[in-house]
């Protein structure tokens, strides 16, 4: 059973870039959330995704910032322009329906350097 | 708002001792509690969750956390430290709804041969 998957695994870029990271959840699981882990600090939700449906995106930065789950294919989270403060390790996660009843399971992270 | 404060940001025990990681949650209502573990380079593992019923909850590696509802706490213990639970553990709390976690900013652990 292979679990959550994440490539890159590292990305780096330079300021006016774009990064695109992109997450395979765990078979059979339709939902996926994205988190940001900035150093020394834990991870903040970005955005709750379905597959075609973006549920909640309240932790998403208001600009450059955007979020997909297509019926077929990862999710990916495009970051256009990136600045050095995008810098961080972004987290997926995959469950298989919504509801704290089912357990999120983490993948190992994209760690986005931008020079 | 819903918080989740870990006072402790790095904590050293020595191989065998027993371990203590505080968490503390601001929230109006008995949230759901979790606490995960990340490894240097991986993603999180989830050790246990706390919902409803028993407030002492058994997790996985020996693992094992009490809710306090009074102290709005749920500190994560181990009776005996291994030198392979060197990694930094989140305590999390899922407001309520679908799964968005609010995460504390972590307790890096190095253990002491």
């Known amino acids: 059973n292979a679990g959550v998957m994440q490539n890159p695994r590292h990305l780096v870029r330079r300021r006016g870039q774009e990064a695109r990271l992109r997450c395979s959840p765990m078979k059979g699981h339709s939902h996926v959330y994205w988190y940001r882990q900035l150093p020394e600090e834990g991870l903040k939700f970005m955005v709750y995704?379905?597959?075609?449906?973006?549920?909640?995106e309240s932790g998403m930065p208001k600009e450059r910032f955007s979020a997909e789950f297509p019926k077929e294919g990862p999710s990916i989270l495009r970051i256009q322009q990136v600045v050095r403060g995008d810098s961080a390790a972004y987290f997926c996660?995959?469950?298989?329906?919504?509801?704290?009843?089912?357990?999120?399971?983490f993948g190992p992270g994209t760690r986005l350097t931008v020079l | 708002a819903q918080s989740v404060t870990q006072p402790d940001i790095h904590i050293t025990v020595s191989e065998g001792a027993s371990l203590e990681l505080r968490c503390n949650y601001s929230?109006?209502?008995?949230?759901?509690l979790f606490w995960y573990v990340q490894s240097p380079g991986q993603g999180l593992q989830l050790l246990l969750k706390?919902?409803?019923?028993?407030?002492l909850v058994q997790g996985i590696k020996g693992f094992e956390a009490e809710f306090k509802r009074s102290q709005s706490s749920f500190n994560l213990r181990k009776p005996s430290v291994h030198w392979s639970d060197a990694a930094e553990y989140f305590c999390a709390v899922g407001p309520g709804g679908y799964n968005k976690l609010i995460f504390g900013a972590g307790t890096r652990l190095a253990v002491h041969p």
């Open positions: 706390y919902f409803s019923g028993d407030t």
């Open positions: 995704l379905q597959k075609e449906n973006i549920i909640d």
């Open positions: 996660a995959s469950s298989p329906s919504g509801g704290l009843g089912n357990e999120q399971f």
């Open positions: 929230y109006g209502a008995t949230p759901y």
